[in-house]
Each structure stands twice: as C-alpha cells, then as structure tokens.
C-alpha cells in the first residue's frame, strides 16, 4: 500500500489556497517529466508565474539523476529523494512590487538605513522572499521500469520549492506528497498547497506542528543564526546569542540539516571530519562526489551542520550539475587562479577532470547502496562498510589498527589521485592541508558498529549522531569562546534608544586579536584537542 492510502483528500470545494500564506513556505511544486526525446519537460507549475523561464530550465535539469540506477527487475519502481540549490536568476514577483519594497543589497544604501528601517524591511522580505538569492528544491524522483512501456519505462520528479532550506519540514511532505501524486495526479499539488497555506508562519528555532490531511508534522526548525542571510529572517532574531549553552537535548537543533546523518554518511571516513571541520572554518573549497544524489546531498548537508552553531556563510551545493549556469564560470578557471569557496556535491564523474583544481576531494558512498534509504535523513547506512582501507583513513570503526598494506594502500591512493574513482568508486578524501585539530579519538571510541542488521544499525545511528554532534557542538562553541567580547555592546548612554541609535560593538582589530590569545591561550577543551600551532587555525 503506498504511503499516500491513509491520507483523505478533500472535494474541489475545499481546496481553497492562500498563495500570499503559501509563499511563507514554498514558492511553488513542479512536476517534471524525463523525455528521452525531448529532455526534461515542465508538466505543472503551480502557482503559475513563481519561475522565471530560465529558473524552469534549471529546475528542470537539477531534479533528475544523472544516470538511471541499474539492476531493476522487468516490471519495478525505484524512489529517491534528494535537495539542490540554485541561485534565482531575478524574481517574478520583483517586477509587481512598488520601488519602495525592493530591497537592493548595497552597502551605500545598508550605511544609510537605521537600525529601524532595517527590521521593517526585513518584516517585508520574510513574506516575499523578494531577496532571496538561493531557490531550495526537495525532489521525489521516480523510475518506473516497464518493457511494455514505450522505451521501457518513464522518469517523473516531484519538486517543492522554497526560499527556506527546511529540511526536516520539505522531507516529510515529499514522503506524502510524492506517492499522493502518482495515485491522484495533480489534484495532489492543490490539496499539498490548501494545507501548506493554512500553516503558521515559520519560526526559527522552535518545534512546529505542521497539519497535513489527517495527520501532522512535527518539526524542528533550524535558529535564526545558522539561516543564510537572504532567507527572510527577521533582523531582531540574528541579534540572538550564538550557543549561549550547550543544549540538555539533542532534539533542539542548533544548525542548519540538524537531521543529517553524520555517522552513516562518513562512516568509513570517520577520522576526516575533524580536517574537515577546520577546512569548513578557513572556508576553503571541498568537491563531493558520491554514487547518487541523495548520497551527495547527505554528505553536504552533513558537512554543513558539521560547524553549527555557525552559519555556513560559503556556498553549497548539495547537488551541482553541469547545467547550473556557474558550471561554466567554474569551469573556465586559468591556471593558478583561486578557486571559489564552495562545497559541491556532484554524482558525474566528468567533474574529476573539469574542475580538477579544487583542492578538496572527498568521496563518499556505496555505488550499490539503495538510495531511496538515505533521503538526507537521519538513517544509517544499510551495511557494513569493506573490511580494507577505504581512502586515506582507516576501514570501518577499526580506527586504532595500522598495518603495512593499509599504509601501502593509502599511499597508493594519495599518488593515483581523484582521478581513480573513474574506474572503481571508493571512500577517499583527497587534500594536502595539514590539520591542527587532532581526531577525538575517545570520542570515536564510543561510537557503536551495529554490524549487518538494518533495524539495529538505524537505531545505533541515532546514538552515533547524537555523539558525534555534541562533540563538534562542544569544539565548535569552544573555539568561538574568543571572539565573544567582540559581540557585546558597550552601555548605550542615558536617554538613547537601543532600536534607533543601537550600541557599538568593540572595534575588532585582528593582530590585537591575536597577541591576546597567544598570551591566554585557546582554554583547555581546545589545548587537549590541538597540536602546539593552534594559533594559526585562528590566523
């Protein structure tokens, strides 16, 4: 029975939509059709109007795999979820809004505008999205595979499209929406949309019940601090304090894709994160590359909330294809130019050779993985990783084993370079940056290898995750502990307002910065966790 059986789907009358209300949430559904003639093909677009004609086309090239998966019986269907994001190329609604509505980001005009015009501008955008320079979109893309159909099968994507990466919201509603819609056709867009838009508005940070038919979503939003900054959120809301304490419950998110799953993604990499957390702190550029998209897509989203409580301020792209318009900028890089800060998730192997100045590679995944499993949701991965060395760490939980051949592997590995994953996918990270931070390996010890049984790994999962997030929760939060006097406003003076004439901040000078911390020192939690240059992590 699919999942859609349990859900009443109201008359026509009913179906009532406010769009003003459903914009707080989504922009709009599209369902897109794969013609092996043709290509992609926009079959509905509700509400109609919410894309540009270029955005249709990049939608449309961004909600498929890039290969069809294989081994599929005679008469099968095969579902996997996974997200993107793209950068909106100028907003239908943009052109319909009085000047006075625009919000133009310039820092000549920022400089001019109080502190109060600010949160009423912000209190506009948060309805429009007017400023919103990323498009989110959550894809439920099915293959039916059927030799009495023509060509032997057909491809359908399922997209819901938003200003917001809500995660833990868009991932649910997809599990609903996408079977609803093969059972009812596009009746089911109007009966996702008449409930979407009764929904309250958003607000970050807190545990929503969302209804949908007969049943209700509860979610936690991610904080304001973590949200991009073109998403809408309100002004007074970033002014929140980053972490002020470390949470008593797991469950409260405290960054962006809090339902990532850390453990099953990274599994056979697990000695890495740690590199790749400062590598996410620098900002430098990281190339994801994985069998499927939902296993690139977990692996940004994890690589993302790996720094929370900080905003991942660099871009990412959870699923990067060579028809994004910035594939061409990307890919016309000189010799020698820096390339731009990013973290890519991409399944095409033709990557390894376009782009093959960045200086990050990391590749995660198993080809033979069942995809429709790992939805970037906190699931653990369906079988035990090989027992040999994959990649430059060490195989599987055995993180304290050394051996000849696995040292001789991994130097195998680091001289063929990405380049051999063209030939056999592996789990390898690929990068010549020296860490300061040194893997917690009391930390790795307590994670628990559930073995073969899915039902067990997927509950060990979330005991993994728990682990692993507290951990970077704590060394993240720690290593913020020296900025923040920077982040507290002297006294305002007697009879001022802090809305109109907010305090200053101190100036914040960076040698300064640094010549007091080399005195002090980073506090113990870093000191135990840091080799003796850990004041050029800082630099």
């Not at 269907?77 to 950068?87: E, L, N, S, T």
């Not at 819901?160 to 867009?189: E, T, W």
């Not at 990068?431 to 917690?440: G, L, V």
Request: a neutral charge; proline letters at 9%; glycine letters at 6%.
């Amino acid at each position: 029975m699919s999942r859609s059986a349990s859900f009443l789907v109201r008359s026509e009358a009913d179906l009532k939509v406010d769009e003003k209300s459903l914009q707080q949430w989504v922009v709009g559904f599209c369902i897109i059709r794969f013609d092996l003639e043709q290509g992609q093909l926009i079959e509905e677009c509700y509400p109609a109007g919410c894309l540009t004609h270029n955005e249709e086309l990049e939608v449309a090239f961004s909600s498929f795999p890039d290969s069809v998966s294989q081994n599929h019986n005679r008469s099968s269907i095969h579902d996997c979820i996974f997200f993107f994001r793209v950068r909106r190329q100028g907003n239908p609604q943009v052109a319909h809004l009085p000047s006075s509505e625009i919000v133009e980001v310039n820092n000549t005009q920022a400089s001019q505008m109080t502190a109060s015009d600010k949160v009423l501008k912000q209190r506009s955008k948060i309805q429009t999205g007017v400023n919103s320079r990323y498009l989110y979109g959550f894809v439920f893309n099915r293959q039916r595979h059927d030799e009495r159909l023509k060509r032997g099968g057909e491809q359908k994507s399922v997209v819901i499209l938003s200003h917001n990466p809500f995660s833990s919201v868009f991932r649910p509603l997809l599990q609903i929406m996408g079977p609803l819609y093969f059972d009812i056709g596009k009746k089911a867009l109007n009966f996702i949309a008449s409930y979407v838009s009764m929904w309250p508005v958003p607000v970050p940070g807190q545990l929503m019940e969302l209804p949908i038919g007969n049943a209700t979503l509860k979610v936690n939003l991610p904080p304001a601090h973590c949200m991009p900054l073109d998403c809408g959120v309100l002004f007074e809301e970033l002014a929140s304090p980053i972490a002020p304490f470390l949470p008593s419950s797991q469950s409260v998110p405290q960054g962006l894709f809090h339902d990532a799953d850390l453990f099953g993604t990274f599994r056979g990499l697990l000695m890495q994160l740690w590199k790749l957390w400062e590598l996410l702190l620098i900002g430098e550029p990281i190339l994801i590359i994985a069998p499927t998209p939902p296993q690139c897509c977990e692996a940004v989203a994890g690589l993302v909330s790996l720094v929370a409580p900080l905003l991942c301020s660099i871009d990412f792209r959870p699923y990067f294809t060579i028809h994004d318009p910035d594939f061409a900028h990307l890919n016309s890089l000189q010799e020698g130019a820096a390339f731009p800060p990013m973290i890519l998730g991409v399944t095409n192997l033709f990557f390894l050779k376009s782009l093959r100045r960045i200086p990050h590679v990391l590749s995660v995944g198993n080809p033979v993985m069942n995809a429709a499993r790992l939805p970037f949701s906190a699931r653990a991965s369906t079988g035990r990783i090989p027992a040999g060395p994959e990649g430059l760490s060490l195989p599987s939980l055995s993180l304290n084993r050394f051996t000849p051949s696995n040292f001789l592997n991994a130097m195998k590995l680091r001289r063929d370079g990405p380049l051999c994953l063209m030939t056999e996918h592996k789990e390898a990270f690929w990068s010549s940056y020296a860490p300061i931070t040194k893997p917690d390996t009391s930390i790795l010890n307590r994670l628990i290898d559930a073995g073969m049984s899915p039902r067990v790994e997927e509950s060990m999962s979330v005991v993994n995750n728990d682990i692993l997030r507290r951990h970077f929760l704590e060394l993240t939060t720690n290593f913020l502990a020296p900025f923040g006097p920077y982040y507290r406003p002297t006294t305002p003076s007697e009879g001022s307002s802090p809305y109109v004439d907010p305090p200053p901040l101190p100036t914040f000078n960076a040698e300064d910065f640094l010549t007091s911390l080399s005195v002090r020192g980073p506090g113990k939690f870093l000191l135990k966790r840091m080799k003796s240059n850990w004041l050029d992590l800082y630099r």
